[in-house]
């Protein structure tokens, strides 16, 4: 892989020259390869041919000589019924057969001898005569011993076809016949006594070992034979040993038959013998070896290729070595002057063009134009940048406010649920009359210290929900307020104190809540990792000052101060030790203030600390967030007014709250039932219908709260009207719940808030009725 760059590279940065020439080499190469490749292939063709048709040739005297061979059968069958002895027996013979007489040895004697003697002057390894029902009388032949007499040879086909004497003599009486292990090439011909089929002879060779011989020496090419896919007999025993196994394809006609055997490929001549008694069909198969006749053609082939190649490339080289010259020469003095001119920085200086070609003269007056505009064009280049590295900033701040919100408010939803049974179930026993007083006490702690849990809770998500910085009226000492709430129990667990000097009066102004928030929280922050090295007092103050058209948010530290106040608002600038800091807290409160019109600045105090000065406009007031918030906690209702006669259905997937709504409304008396899931609530309001329905808005499984109104809405229209929502956290969902206008009351609740809000929804329902 290293070396595979490094040539890219070395080509890369190579001349142009350099390249041509080596180009051209190449090129030259491969068209002198391209023609040994084709030249290659004709030969390889021309020689094919050549020898497929030398194996059709071999192959007609082939089928010549099976034609001799059967002109001999019909021969020595006329020989056999004119030899009086032979005639004589076997019309005897064919006398006296008859079905469960015994056959006389004398006959059988006579018919033996007189086969042998024809097959002694034959010279064939078999020969078998039968009677006309295809058993065999006599079997003679090298290849002794032949089948017994009395052998039922009639199921052979070529046997059948001879003594049926349904066509003339010719192909289809050769076929090969096997006799145990052994195959025999045999021609069959009846044998004819006075115009009847007395009897049937076969002749034969065995294919073996010196039948393949043969047949080499015959046609002086490799000999394979086959029986299906079973080799009978090869002369090329190293590749293809009797015994073996090999594939001949279909010769298509049109093209000569290759076959690869061993390391060699052949030029293949099937010739079919028939098939044996199993159907098998029996080929001889002759080979000439393609590659055998090919090497020598390849080596002087492959020399000449080397030595004229080598010329062809080498004269190549040469020419375009001289070509790149005469080209490349203006260019390279151009280059030189683009050189000269980047080292002396002299741009007024010209090129003297007016010698050189066409394509340089070119060169030289889009050089001046670019020179003209390369600087307009990094002025944009940086701008752009800028533009991106400050979107990007933005980007990941957005991101990770998000995640923080998606992180808080599922963790509110789930503090708020058990906390919701531990504040409801203590309000249950302090509304009960007698209980001791310590007992009481003890109680009213406990509710005192969940409220705090809850108040922290719903700070810390109105900090985490920064939403697309909707701007609203609010108060900014009530958010200075309650982003102090936040830190307060940190600064107090480390000795520090808090200072408030807030303006007496309202201060108010057009902004975003939850994004100043960030802005209070990020300046609080930083002021308490600086107080952490003060030993007396360490203090940070807050004070804010309400003028006509703008307010004044001061926060002062007696911490070491700013190193360098300047830089404080830069992009990743910090202090603090690695892993400690990003250096983003203060640039993001930076373009907060900005977005909102406003302006921080950062120095040091005389007396010693830092001094953080927020200014922002107070804007044109819009509609109140509150619209979209849970509704306001109503006042607690006089105990004449306890009763509630209405049937209600409670939805939440925490069983404690659950448990803690049944016994508010039996309290009442109300009829209640409750279920832990949408499914289920869905299932009994296909049942029956309940006046209110009170569900949490956030539920696992496939139908959550909202899920829920959505079914209500479509099935019970009505019943929307009494639909009351609890939840843990109603910022997440403001979209929802100003879309729906439906009563929502956010987790934990107390007693009188829960009864006073489902009397509101009973009271509607009442006056619609």
């Not at 052949?266 to 013998?273: C, E, H, I, K």
């Not at 922002?616 to 109503?634: D, H, W, Y």
Request: aromatic content about 4%.
């Amino acid at each position: 892989m290293a070396d595979g760059r490094g040539l890219r590279s070395r080509w890369h940065s190579a001349s142009l020259g350099a390249k041509l020439v080596l180009f051209s080499a190449v090129l030259t190469a491969v068209s002198v390869l391209a023609a040994f490749l084709a030249l290659d292939i004709e030969i390889r063709r021309s020689v094919r041919e050549l020898l497929a048709t030398t194996l059709a040739h071999h192959q007609r005297m082939l089928l010549n000589l099976q034609k001799r061979d059967l002109e001999q059968l019909v021969r020595t069958s006329t020989l056999m019924t004119d030899s009086p002895t032979l005639r004589a027996a076997m019309e005897i013979y064919r006398s006296e057969a008859a079905p469960g007489v015994h056959v006389r040895s004398d006959l059988l004697a006579t018919i033996q001898n007189e086969a042998a003697k024809i097959a002694a002057g034959l010279a064939r390894d078999l020969l078998i005569v039968t009677d006309s029902e295809g058993k065999v009388l006599a079997s003679g032949g090298r290849a002794a011993p032949g089948p017994l007499a009395g052998a039922d040879l009639a199921s052979r086909p070529v046997l059948r076809r001879a003594l049926a004497q349904d066509a003339p003599v010719g192909p289809q009486n050769f076929a090969v016949m096997r006799l145990g292990d052994r195959y025999f090439q045999v021609g069959c011909v009846p044998i004819l006594l006075q115009g009847y089929v007395i009897g049937a002879l076969a002749l034969g060779d065995r294919i073996d070992g010196a039948y393949v011989a043969r047949l080499r020496e015959s046609f002086d090419s490799d000999i394979v034979v086959t029986a299906g896919a079973r080799v009978l007999g090869s002369t090329l025993e190293a590749a293809l040993p009797p015994g073996s196994s090999v594939t001949i394809p279909e010769s298509t006609g049109a093209r000569s038959l290759v076959l690869p055997i061993g390391r060699d490929e052949y030029v293949a001549a099937p010739l079919s013998l028939n098939s044996d008694q199993a159907g098998l069909p029996v080929t001889v198969v002759l080979l000439h070896s393609l590659t055998r006749a090919l090497a020598p053609l390849n080596q002087s082939l492959l020399w000449t290729l080397l030595s004229c190649g080598s010329l062809a490339v080498i004269l190549a080289g040469v020419a375009a070595s001289m070509m790149s010259r005469s080209v490349l020469r203006p260019l390279e003095g151009f280059v030189t002057f683009m050189r000269s001119v980047a080292e002396t920085g002299d741009h007024a200086h010209r090129f003297e063009s007016s010698n050189a070609g066409i394509e340089v003269r070119v060169l030289s007056d889009t050089y001046n134009q670019l020179m003209e505009s390369l600087h307009q064009h990094e002025q944009r280049i940086l701008k752009t940048a800028r533009e991106e590295l400050d979107r990007l900033e933005r980007l990941k701040e957005s991101e990770k406010l998000a995640a923080l919100g998606r992180l808080l408010s599922g963790a509110a939803h789930e503090i708020n649920n058990p906390l919701t049974g531990v504040v409801g179930n203590v309000e249950i026993l302090l509304d009960r009359e007698k209980l001791p007083d310590a007992v009481r006490q003890r109680l009213e702690t406990v509710r005192r210290e969940g409220q705090r849990i809850v108040a922290l809770v719903r700070n810390l998500l109105k900090v985490a929900h920064r939403g697309g910085g909707e701007r609203t009226p609010l108060d900014v000492n009530q958010v200075i307020r309650d982003t102090v709430a936040v830190r307060r129990h940190d600064f107090e667990k480390a000795g520090m104190t808090i200072e408030l000097d807030l303006a007496a009066s309202g201060v108010t102004l057009s902004a975003s809540e939850l994004e100043l928030q960030q802005v209070f929280l990020n300046i609080i922050n930083n002021a308490h990792d600086a107080l952490r090295t003060t030993k007396t007092h360490p203090t940070l103050s807050i004070r804010t000052i309400a003028e006509s058209g703008e307010v004044t948010i001061s926060f002062s530290d007696n911490g070491p101060g700013i190193e360098e106040p300047a830089r404080v608002f830069e992009h990743f600038y910090t202090t603090k030790p690695v892993g400690q800091g990003t250096g983003l807290g203060l640039s993001i409160t930076h373009a907060i203030v900005q977005n909102h019109g406003g302006s921080i600045t950062a120095d040091n105090r005389p007396e010693g600390g830092a001094r953080f000065t927020v200014v922002l406009p107070r804007g044109t007031p819009q509609r109140p967030a509150e619209e979209i918030r849970a509704r306001p906690r109503p006042a607690s209702e006089p105990a004449s007014r306890r009763s509630l006669p209405a049937s209600v259905l409670v939805v939440d997937d925490e069983p404690n709250v659950v448990e803690l709504q049944m016994a508010i409304l039996d309290s009442v008396g109300a009829t209640a039932v409750g279920v832990g899931s949408g499914a289920e609530a869905v299932e009994l309001l296909r049942r029956r219908d309940f006046d209110i329905i009170v569900s949490d808005l956030k539920m696992p499984g496939d139908l959550s709260g909202k899920d829920l109104y959505r079914w209500v809405a479509a099935h019970r229209p009505s019943g929307t009207r009494g639909f009351l929502f609890v939840t843990g956290d109603t910022v997440a969902e403001a979209a929802f719940l100003e879309e729906v206008r439906s009563r929502c009351l956010l987790k934990p609740f107390s007693m009188e808030e829960y009864l006073t809000t489902l009397r509101e929804a009973w009271h509607e329902l009442q006056t619609a009725a």
